[in-house]
């Protein structure tokens, strides 16, 4: 397993969900306090310099974990179950430009609040049905690029929609869409899921990813999520992805990447260990 960082560029919105921004100096960073990789939160690929972004990466052997997608919905106000059938072409354009940049970088992204919601006057399956009509086309182009679509629980204060991990494979299933995975956050599942460990040893057959963060969105170590139960679940699954950092820049972003990957590396380098003994 590997560590990265959420980040983004120094124009994102303040809602942008990142520990550091601007591209440059949150890559050198996040290799400074002992990450491998970041989460670059984007709304559009051209937002990224792509030759000028392997360039800071190489330099400071990093690389990106993962494409993340809060600003399309945040930002662009775009989204998989938008009613109207033009904002969802938007957004199959805004995924057509990401997956060819994830295509050289990463090769996941992520699908949080993008997925939509259960609008007023909506009904639930109408919801779904818009969703997996969208997310069948966004997979489709993803695959011929070699990128995975990784979808993620939020949890009910945030989203009406897919909120745990069952609710996710459940759709992932109905989908019959092979390729589509799942993304688990622990922060959401300490609100949504019956119990963390399980429900990751329930669910691990779509798991290609994790963000990680405590249950007060604070870096792990400073609320009160067992991260060793969240280890030890992603043990028995034989899980080897990536681990991303995603919390408040809480007191301040230094602090917090610096908490997060003291608490967490120790914990990876064990599971790490346990993985190349074949446990
Ligand atoms: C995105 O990864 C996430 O966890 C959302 O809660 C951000 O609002
Ligand atoms: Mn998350």
């Known amino acids: 397993m590997k560590l990265s960082v959420a980040i983004a560029d120094t124009h994102a919105l303040p809602s942008a969900f990142v520990v550091w921004r601007g591209i440059e ?7 400074e306090y002992g990450y491998q990789g970041i989460e ?3 709304k ?3 937002e990224v310099n792509a ?3 392997a360039a800071w990466l190489q330099k400071k052997n990093m690389e990106v974990s993962c494409i993340s997608t809060g600003q399309v919905y945040a930002d662009l106000g775009l989204y998989f179950t938008h009613p109207d059938a033009a904002a969802r072409e938007t957004v199959v354009t805004v995924f057509e430009g990401l997956i060819r ?3 050289d970088f990463g090769s996941l992204i992520n699908v949080g609040r993008t997925r939509g919601f259960i609008a007023q006057g909506q009904t639930t399956a109408e919801a779904e049905q818009l969703f997996l009509d969208t997310a069948t086309r966004v997979c489709e182009m993803a695959d011929k690029r070699g990128v995975t679509i990784i979808l993620e629980p939020v949890n009910r204060y945030e989203i009406n929609f897919i909120n745990n991990l069952d609710e996710g494979a459940r759709l992932i299933q109905k989908s019959g869409i092979s390729t589509m995975g799942l993304m688990p956050d622990v922060f959401h599942m300490n609100i949504e899921d019956d119990k963390i460990g399980e429900s990751l040893v329930r669910n691990a ?3 290609r990813y994790i963000h990680l963060a405590d249950s007060n969105r604070q870096a792990p170590g400073w609320g009160h999520i067992d991260f060793d139960e969240v280890f030890a679940a992603l043990l028995q699954t034989g899980f080897n992805g990536w681990a991303s950092i995603e919390i408040l820049p809480e007191p301040d972003p230094d602090l917090a990447a610096s908490q997060a990957a003291r608490y967490i590396l120790p914990r990876m380098a064990d599971f790490n260990k346990s993985i190349e003994q074949g446990y």
């Open 25 to 31: 100096n949150s890559i050198a960073k996040a290799a």
């Open 40 to 42: 670059l939160a984007l």
């Open 44 to 46: 559009s690929a051209d």
């Open 51 to 53: 030759p000028l972004l």
């Open 101 to 103: 940049l994830a295509a």
């Open 205 to 207: 057959q779509w798991i």
